[in-house]
């Protein structure tokens, strides 16, 4: 449905670099990157709003590369919404259709059964400054998917609402998905966002792809530090693998090695640790960890229905784990900063990088 090949756009210092991705039909595609990245020069590249200076665009087996943005058939939804203040919701979900010239009946039905379908339809008759953010942008998705987009196109649209609201949407873009079929192409820098609504993520930064593929296979393999973070990994240990395992700065890490590199000493890297197995630890075989040892509880945070630790070993060196609430409840009443308890890395899910 959509293919981009090489595609380069310089504008002043910035720089998209031979971009390559394809977003099959039906399709829901995330572009994951921090601030500044070109996730949005990337999205309005696709829109026809730059001109790329490599490549091509594909949009449903056409090159659109030098189609003007009007015939492109693409929906866009910004963050800010793109709302005509000076229109009603209606109004506003029916600019696109009435551009096209459809007959007012068809308009009218079309702009009922798409705002019955999102919910929206007692705010018909109201007008933009009077909605809240949820509503706006509920009405911005409307206006877009009216026109039967091959992609819709979704600029950080979740970023501007507070966090039930936008919870509330992240559920609503997934039944949208789910009941239209329509692709989407969508830009965030939010982990939780990203991992809830795409079946294929693009790691992106400083204008460049780091690597692309199913959520799992990228939060599992990462193929670098630098995405390994991007995706939420907080804990590396540097390693240099040996005969049986990996030597690290917490000792031995016995793992079978029969999963990385088989060159030995001087092989260094470092071990991605997704997480921490804290006492009392599950009741398993010895062999299903890679280290075990006490560490002293350091911070303690609650956040997102979770509690989060920082655990530092002897040595002095921090590490990060999740527990949810309830885990924690079932530890023992000193679990507390300041004192030590006995942790383990469970070698399921860990990886290893150069």
Known sequence: MLQLNNITVNLGKFRLDNISLHVQRGGYLVILGPTGTGKTVLLETIAGLHRSDKGRIYIDGQDATRLPPAIRNLGVVYQDYALFPHLTVSENIAFGLRLKKNPGIKVRQTVRKMAD????????ERRPLNLSGGERQRVALARALVLKPYVLLLDEPLSALDRQTRDRLRRELKRIHRKTGVTIFHITHDLTEAFFLADHLIVMKDGSILQQGRPDEILRSPHDR??????????????????????????????????????????????????????????????????????????????????????????????????????LATMPEQFRPGEEIRVGILTDGVSWIR
């Open 117 to 124: 379908f999102l919910g929206i339809e007692s705010l018909l």
């Open 226 to 327: 630098m995405v390994a973070e991007l995706v939420g990994i907080h804990n590396f240990l540097s390693a240099t693998i040996q005969k049986h395992g990996f030597e690290t700065a917490l000792g031995p890490f016995n793992m079978p090695m029969s999963s990385f590199a088989t060159s030995k000493g001087k092989d260094q890297g470092c071990l991605i640790i997704p997480d921490w197995c804290v006492e009392p630890m599950p009741a398993r075989d010895n062999s299903f960890y890679g280290w075990q040892g006490d560490m002293r509880v350091t911070d303690l945070n609650f956040m997102d229905g979770q509690v989060e630790l920082e655990l530092t070993h002897p040595e002095g060196k921090c590490f990060r784990t999740a527990l949810s609430r309830r885990e």
